[in-house]
Nanobody, 128 residues
Framework: QLQLVESGGGLVEPGGSLRLSCAASGFRLDYYCVVWFRQAPGKEREGISC????????HYGDSAKGRFAISRDNAKNTVYLQMNSLKPEDTAVYYCAADMDYYCSDDVSPDAADFGTWGQGTQVTVSS
């Protein structure tokens, strides 16, 4: 059974940092493109960062550029999202998703409809 589990969310003050983890079980995550999405109340799910299976291609949404960094540790079968300089508008549930055929492109925002394997999400709240 393919499973993704997110962790690392929580409450952080504006300007703080968090590192989210997306751990896979039942399959090798390094064969898959992985995307971090987020969804705030009343808003559509937004693709914020993408990492290709080979690690040679990434995408960052405008809200993530310069503040977030996606990486993978193949030995741990895990993808990370390092989030720095967090703002209240970053508050959302963050999901990771994986797809074997998707390819990250710098100028194309990931579409949630292209991904069939999802985690349950982790809440990130940025507030003082």
């Amino acid at each position: 059974q393919l499973q993704l589990v997110e962790s690392g969310g929580g409450l952080v003050e504006p300007g703080g940092s968090l590192r989210l983890s997306c751990a896979a079980s039942g399959f090798r995550l390094d064969y898959y493109c992985v995307v971090w999405f987020r969804q705030a109340p009343g808003k559509e799910r937004e693709g914020i960062s993408c990492l290709s299976s080979t690690g040679d291609s990434t995408h960052y949404g405008d809200s993530a550029k310069g503040r977030f960094a996606i990486s993978r540790d193949n030995a741990k079968n895990t993808v990370y999202l390092q989030m720095n300089s967090l703002k209240p508008e970053d508050t959302a549930v963050y999901y990771c998703a994986a797809d074997m055929d998707y390819y990250c492109s710098d100028d194309v925002s990931p579409d949630a409809a292209d991904f069939g394997t999802w985690g349950q999400g982790t809440q990130v709240t940025v507030s003082s």
